[in-house]
């Protein structure tokens, strides 16, 4: 994924060359346009990009250095309200000149957008790190030898000299119970990602540093006064069309599923809109595929199906694994087959992210209205392997959700910003990624609800039916077998039929169980876990565990597809890290 990288400098000597190392691990193809290289007496810093979106880097005004990484969906507004003006070009502009003119970082809150940016005051002897109200534009850093590093990926810190990575144990137990660290951990001990919602302040005189939050989620107050459905439905749709709108410029394209998320972006894509392209990946004749090409025909979209098999989906996940710092399980990068094809048609890809939790209420525990989350709440939301391991997790970071309401925040938080984002990396290797579900005005109306509006997709689906009826009234939706607009009477007398539509093998896009078994990845898996006596992961896992587990799943036993691929990953990381190994794939070996 290309970003932002830099440090301060101390007394280091060789600094450009150590800075050249860092925007080449960012730099994941040859057609990547490489920034500007920056180095002052206290600041080194450049950048690396997929696309022309970003301009030049840094923007400089009156001793002030901005790098961003990312976008402002709102922009015009910011522009005319805030700074009265509408002769600022670029959103990095748009970022410094709210700095100067505003005495703190109130501001940010304004912001519409996923981003992270690093403004350096060399006035006032500072380095900021800002990151979006939802910490989604993700930024990491370290403090090693009294300085400062921040990068858009994990692996730039192992170009810098003398660094000397150090698995995190909590990383370890939270990856093998999940799939994905919790909060802001990596896998190396000294290396963070930066919090959502607040202002990183380095000191370059005093080499300390200071986080203060600007956002969180108990901002979003409940709506007050009476409620009229039909007003909220109203609303909630002319808010969801609007953000699809804001999100509508350049070369745009999206990734179809069968679900309902990335279908309500496609029918509130706007009619100006250029010639759209809609990308579907699974098994040849998944219902994704089949209700995704259906979607597409009502829209007048060109349609392209990706297929997922047992022969082609293990071999690009090596470098999956590499792109996302190891930080994402590889079963779980689904679309990675498609991501060339994907840049061929757009240069931005909008997507569903997260409309299931956001809108469709899918991390609701029960359709209650309000009390504080428990604990008990949190141990329903993820699926730990044991009590234990989640009691040793949960008291690390439930303090910040002590006196929030909703459930979805710590979801949000955790799940969809360190795990589903981590997909979102691979399509940002090649193809800027666009969120309608996370608009501002969206999260912030849908949130002042009672959960009971959104407790299983109740609101949701009355907005779709309205705005969008070509789309959804007949057109089933894959979860279901069904179009959403069927009555529970109408499901209940089908109930047969909906029974064998689920229970039919091609309905789901991929067979991940199945094909571990069968070659190539059967032999990659012995290759690499059983067979290999310079195995990394011995460290850390019994092997004798991997081996019953191995054995138990090609046998038929039980299904530990989850857990094997969860080993591969940890593995291919440790060789990618320690060893330099895979990281081009395995047969580039």
Known sequence: ???????????????????????????????????????????CATGSYI????????????????????????????????????????????????????????????IDGLYSAIIYDKNKGKVYLITDRYGLRHLYFMIYNGQLYWSSEVKSMLEVPGFRPKINNETLSEFFALGYPLENRTWFEQVELLPSGTVTTWNLKTCTLEQNQYWWWNEIKPLKGNIDENEIVEELGNRFVQAVKKRS????????????????????????????????????????????????????????????????WIEPRFRGVWWTDGQLDLMHMHGIEAKSIIANYMDI???????????????????????????EDIRKLFSYTSIADFDVISHLYLKQYETLTKPDYVFLQNRVRRFTFSGTKIGLVTTEQRKPFYDNNLIEFIYSLPDTFRYKSYIYKKMLL??????????????????ISWSTDKINRNLSLIQNLKSN????????????????????????????????????ISKEKILREWQAHINNEKVYSINLCRYLTFEIWLQQVYEKKYREGFSAL
């Open 349 to 375: 890809n909008l997507n569903g992210f997260a409309g299931d939790a956001i809108l469709g209420g899918s991390c609701l525990i029960n359709d209650r209205t309000s009390g504080i989350i428990s604990t």
């Open 51 to 110: 696309n022309t979106m970003q301009e030049d880097q840094p923007y400089i005004h009156s001793g002030v250095y901005v790098w961003l990484d990312g976008e402002f969906f709102n922009s015009n507004e910011l522009r005319e309200v805030f700074l009265e003006c509408s002769n600022y070009d670029t959103d990095a502009e748009i970022l410094i000149t709210l700095y100067k003119n505003y005495s703190d970082f109130s501001f940010l809150r304004k």
């Open 249 to 312: 410029k350049g070369r745009i394209g999206l990734t179809l599923s069968g679900g309902l998320d990335s279908r309500a972006i496609l029918a509130a894509m706007p009619k100006y809109t250029d010639f759209i392209h809609a990308i579907t990946f699974g098994k040849r004749h998944s219902a994704d595929v089949q209700l995704a090409r259906r979607a597409a025909y009502v829209k007048g979209a060109k349609h392209h199906a990706v297929e997922l098999s047992g022969a082609n």
């Open 505 to 540: 093998k091609t309905s789901n896009y991929t067979d991940y169980p199945t094909w571990i078994k069968q070659k190539p990845a059967k032999f990659i898996f012995e290759e690499i876990l059983l067979n290999n006596k310079n195995a990394l992961y011995e460290n850390f």
């Open 1 to 43: 994924m290309p970003g932002i990288v830099g440090f301060t400098k101390g007394n280091r000597t060789n600094c450009i060359n150590t800075l050249k190392k860092m925007q080449c691990s960012i730099t994941h193809y040859d057609y990547y346009r490489k920034g500007k290289m920056f180095c002052d007496e206290y600041v």
């Open 466 to 483: 309205k705005y969008f009826p070509l789309f959804f009234e007949k057109i089933p939706w894959q979860k279901t077998g069904v179009p």
